[in-house]
């Protein structure tokens, strides 16, 4: 429940209206071992699929921080 309660916040509901369907993608490839460019590749390949618009490389990163902010994912400096 905390993390709907976090996607409301006034700064990050943007960020989540942006990536739409695709949102539930990019936290399924994230592993602790992939780099964001490799989530994103991997994100391009599932909304090639579905039809939708691919978030940007920019956007992604932003939705990992924002998960970083509320302490679900750290991000490594590789």
């Keep these: 429940m905390g993390y709907y309660t976090a996607i409301q916040d006034k700064e990050v509901l943007p960020v989540f209206a942006k990536l739409g369907s695709i949102e539930g993608?990019?936290?399924?490839?994230?592993?602790?071992?992939?780099?964001?460019?490799?989530?994103?590749d991997a994100v391009a390949a599932e909304a090639a699929f579905m039809n939708i618009p691919l978030p940007t490389l920019e956007d992604i990163e932003a939705f990992v921080k924002i998960l970083e902010r509320f302490g679900y994912v750290k991000l490594a400096a590789k």
Excluded: A, K, P, T
């Design 25 to 40: 993608e990019i936290r399924n490839f994230i592993d602790g071992r992939r780099s964001v460019l490799q989530v994103r």
